[in-house]
């Protein structure tokens, strides 16, 4: 092989070539000061964050602004705890817990104390997140008395051989790990009390207004196997969807997703799940793919809304699905599965979703998200309404 041998250049030091060489270095000194720092910035690898506190009916005239004053500092102080841990050089996983943690111990969000209360008035939690690093992930599903669900569903991913854990074997589990457990009424509130109350009254009118309606088409065979009425059956489905408890707070879920120093990922889900929801009812936010989903190679995900067409569509995985097989921008697949695909099946909610180049996605097709998004770049901000 033909090496060519790089010989050191004589260097020729006149005095005019030196104050050349001088006046180069000043001006190379001068664009470093004032570009180094820029330049630093824009090579650095990004860290983000971005929280969510549910979506669904937020109507303007509903709200006072002192209440909404206090969802924009739960949702400023959820962010910024994430983000903290990111700053210091924290995992993204830490960071979401930190942020899920706090919505958790906020009463004004529908997850840890505050969250909504089940048909027989108690608080039933899920949680679940996932680490996009290595897919390994933790959720916990019908928990009563831990006093953080999101711990739990980390312990359950470090510390067992499992992935989900549900109802009483999770809460063994959290006590053999020194959970703090509490007892339901910790998580009950007067506010989520009253809202029970206004669902089952709206509900049950709802149901002797069908019972009239039915009345008049005739009585309806109960034998399974029994040929049924096409058109009812499909009425009832419809109105199953359409008797949502529709009120400011009645859903939700808190959720998060970050992006850290060492372009990790990570995404994690919390609820309370539906008001006047059937007991031992799961929703989609401790499903992993339908309410949490990360992974490095192509987005995390966390979801809120209507929990069972979340199940059904696989809401997270397909977000990042579409990125990942179909090299599909983070914000184009959001919006196709939250507008065509949920939209589509007459479903409401949303998704915040983050990549590795630090894209911050908040896509609902509901009147309002509340959300937060803070990163690296500079980005720092709250918002409720779809305008702010
Ligand atoms: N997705 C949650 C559930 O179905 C509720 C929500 O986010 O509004 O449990």
Avoid: W
Wanted: hydrophobic share 40%; aromatic share 4%.
């Amino acid at each position: 092989m033909n090496r060519v041998k790089h010989r050191p250049r004589r260097a020729s030091f006149t005095p005019g070539r030196v104050r050349g060489m001088r006046a180069a270095a000043t001006v190379a000194l001068a664009y470093a000061a004032f570009a180094g720092p820029l330049a630093c910035a824009a090579d650095a690898q990004p860290i983000a964050i971005v929280i969510h506190g549910g979506a669904g009916v937020i109507n303007r005239a509903e709200m006072s602004p002192e209440r909404e004053a206090r969802y924009r500092a739960g949702l400023e102080a959820a962010r910024d705890a994430g983000y903290a841990v990111l700053e210091r050089g924290g995992t993204s996983l830490e960071a979401v817990v930190a942020a899920v943690r706090l919505l958790e111990d906020d009463p004004m969000f529908n997850a840890g104390r505050g969250a909504v209360l089940n048909r027989d008035g108690d608080v039933e939690l899920d949680a679940s997140l996932m680490d996009g690093g290595t897919l390994r992930a933790g959720a916990v599903a019908s928990l009563r008395h831990v006093k953080n669900p999101i711990e739990l569903a980390k312990l359950v991913m470090e510390k067992s051989s499992h992935v989900m854990l549900v109802g009483a074997g999770a809460e063994e589990f959290a006590l053999s790990q020194g959970l703090t457990l509490v007892p339901n009424d910790y998580f009950q509130t007067e506010t989520r009390l009253r809202q029970l109350e206004r669902a089952q009254k709206a509900a049950s009118e709802k149901a002797s207004g069908k019972q009239e309606t039915s009345a008049t088409q005739g009585p309806r065979s109960g034998i399974i196997g029994e040929a049924q009425p096409a058109q009812p059956r499909v009425a009832a489905r419809a109105s199953a969807h359409a008797s949502t408890f529709a009120e400011i707070g009645a859903t939700g879920t808190v959720g998060a997703v970050a992006l850290d120093r060492n372009g990790h990922l990570a995404a994690a889900t919390s609820t309370g799940g539906m008001t006047n929801k059937l007991p031992g009812r799961v929703g989609d936010s401790p499903i992993i793919g339908a309410g949490t989903y990360a992974n490095d190679e192509s987005c995390a995900v966390s979801a809120t809304g209507d929990g069972e067409f979340f199940i059904r569509s696989v809401v997270a995985h397909d977000v990042c699905a579409l990125v990942a097989y179909r090299q599909m921008p983070l914000a184009r697949a959001a919006h196709q599965v939250i507008h065509e695909k949920i939209g589509g099946l007459k479903a409401t909610g949303g998704v915040i979703a983050l990549d590795r180049q630090g894209n911050i996605v908040m896509e609902f097709n509901s009147e309002g998200m509340f959300r937060a998004a803070r990163d690296s770049r500079g980005r720092k901000d709250v918002a409720i309404y779809a305008d702010r």
